[in-house]
């Protein structure tokens, strides 16, 4: 059996994230994520072989304290099941208004920080631009998106919009997976990621707007079922573009895998590249939803 150790993983994995998603402290569930978002860093980093700790600390130092700061700021999501004096009330907590001020802070601090520190040793000019880049895009994709685990996490009070956004594209991949093994014989993306066919995309979109549709009837039964079918929609195109966005990154840096923390899966950035475009899809949901309402 080829890829027994992939299926061995997935299969340990499931009960794990299940207990970690509905049972973990708040508070453990944030420092855990800070903990998964510092592993990503790290695994993007070493991929390019940057090892330059002038850039890394300060950089690992202020997406941590944003992923902190994002973790408070769950009440943006639900404004339209919130009365303004709520939100008053809020905003003169430190979740509210000072949580926004430090998300802010963070910001500004990395976009004049990372260029400053890019500046100093003996590289090159195209080695310290490499560098600046790599630490910039990497303090945004990875901080911005590893922040919204938090938020969706809060939402409502059953944990169930985390699930989804974890089941959905996990779905999609597997339906992805095999679709493509079995029917595929379209090449979209034979530069990037030769495996992936047309046929096994689309199985994955298929199979996950089923089971958004699914979450919308048993677990997600308070939400509208065409738009959480939307949703899961969205998943399962910008899931797959979040593999191919990780599959680039890895054929620029010249590698197979980001890691090798789950056997058969790869490392940290092969598995929660799909997840990263799953939790962004939702949360701008719950905004235009609030907004809308």
């Known amino acids: 059996m080829k890829d027994w150790k992939r299926y061995v993983t997935g ?4 009960p794990i994230v299940i207990g970690i998603v509905y ?11 800070m903990g998964v978002s510092f592993l990503a860093l790290t695994e993007y980093t070493r991929m390019f072989k940057e090892k330059k700790q002038h850039l890394f600390l300060p950089t690992l130092i202020i997406m941590l304290l944003m992923i902190e700061a994002m973790s408070n700021l769950g ?20 979740n509210g208004l000072k949580s926004i001020s430090w998300f802010f802070i963070t910001i500004i601090v990395a976009v004049v920080l990372i260029p400053t520190l890019s500046l100093l040793g003996k590289d ?9 880049m790599i630490y910039l895009s990497g303090f945004f994709y990875f901080g911005l998106t590893f922040g919204l685990f938090s938020l ?4 409502g009070n059953n944990y169930h919009w985390l699930t989804f956004a974890l089941a959905v594209p996990w779905i999609c991949d597997t339906a992805a997976y095999f679709g493509g093994r079995f029917l595929g014989k379209h090449k ?9 066919t047309w ?3 689309i199985s994955g979109v298929v199979f996950s707007t089923i089971a958004g549709i699914l979450f919308a009837l048993f677990l997600l039964k308070s939400e509208n079922l065409i738009h959480v079918g939307i949703v899961a929609l969205f998943i399962g195109i910008l ?6 966005v990780e599959s680039l990154l890895k054929r620029a840096a010249g590698v197979k895998d980001s890691g090798n923390v789950f056997p058969g899966h790869g490392g940290i950035l092969d598995r929660t590249d799909s997840l990263l475009m799953s939790v962004s899809v939702i949360y701008i949901f719950f905004l235009i939803k609030s907004y809308a309402s």
């Open 11 to 14: 299969l340990l994995l499931i």
């Open 23 to 33: 049972y973990l402290p708040e508070r453990m569930f944030t420092y855990l994520i």
């Open 75 to 94: 009440f943006l999501s639900n404004l339209r099941n919130i009365s303004v004096e709520e939100i008053q009330k809020e905003l003169m907590l430190f």
């Open 124 to 132: 090159s000019l195209e080695e310290k631009f490499k560098s600046m």
């Open 152 to 155: 969706i996490r809060g939402h």
């Open 188 to 196: 979209f993306a034979p530069k990037i990621s030769p495996n992936k």
């Open 199 to 201: 046929e096994g995309a």
């Open 239 to 244: 899931g797959q573009t979040g593999d191919l």
